[in-house]
């Protein structure tokens, strides 16, 4: 592992057991927790091959393979793929560091048709290492493939750095919205949703 995340250094001890819960309490309430698999969903053919970056408690990975996908969910936080593993039994997930991502190391050489990072995962990564986050999760995606990021706007990392750092990344921007529920884009909006696509060969 490389740098620590804010994931590790801007939250308080048991941070990550209180994320678990929460999901937890959220599910079995009944909360809708599969938009933004829906969203992706949309974008790819039956059957794709879905990198969940950042998967968190697994519930995009969980949905997305519910849906048919073969998914590899990864997260650099054990305690959180711990309960993934536990309450999403189907995608695999693994634990390793985004900016430093290596699947084929971890037995998953293929490419991926898509890759998404929700849940705020751009902004808890290790400060300064954002466009290396961004380099080794497209390196995992297929030529014509998509990268999918949402995260909130207020949150220190500009929508200019990102455009930058998937440039960089050799991705282009295809959509942008407000929302995981296609909402039109707005420069005031508190929450981007981009697709950025892989160029093809």
Do not use: C
């Not at 969980?62 to 593993?85: C, F, N, Q, S």
């Not at 999403?88 to 991926?112: I, K, N, S, T, Y």
């Amino acid at each position: 592992m490389g740098k620590p995340t804010r994931w590790v250094t801007e939250t308080k001890p048991g941070h990550s057991q209180w994320y678990i819960d929460r999901f937890r309490r959220l599910a079995a309430e009944g909360a809708d927790l599969a938009g933004e698999a829906r969203f992706v969903d949309a974008l790819v053919p039956p059957g794709a091959r879905i990198l969940d970056a950042g998967t968190g408690t697994g519930r995009v990975a969980a949905v997305l393979a519910a849906r048919g996908h073969t998914v590899v969910g990864v997260d650099a936080d054990p305690v959180l793929i711990e309960a993934a593993r536990a309450d999403h039994p189907g995608p695999r997930f693994l634990v390793a560091d985004l900016a430093e991502l290596d699947l084929a190391g971890q037995g998953e050489p293929e490419p991926f048709d898509a890759a998404v990072i929700a849940g705020n995962v751009m902004v808890f990564v290790a400060p300064g290492t954002e466009s290396a986050v961004l380099a080794r999760v497209a390196a995992h995606v297929r030529p014509d493939g998509v990268v999918v990021v949402g995260f909130d706007t207020r949150r220190g990392y500009p929508l200019t750095d990102l455009d930058a750092d998937a440039v960089a990344a050799g991705l282009r921007v295809e959509h942008r919205f407000a929302t995981w529920d296609l909402r039109p884009w707005q420069d005031d909006a508190e929450w981007a949703v981009t697709v950025l696509r892989k160029p093809a060969r």
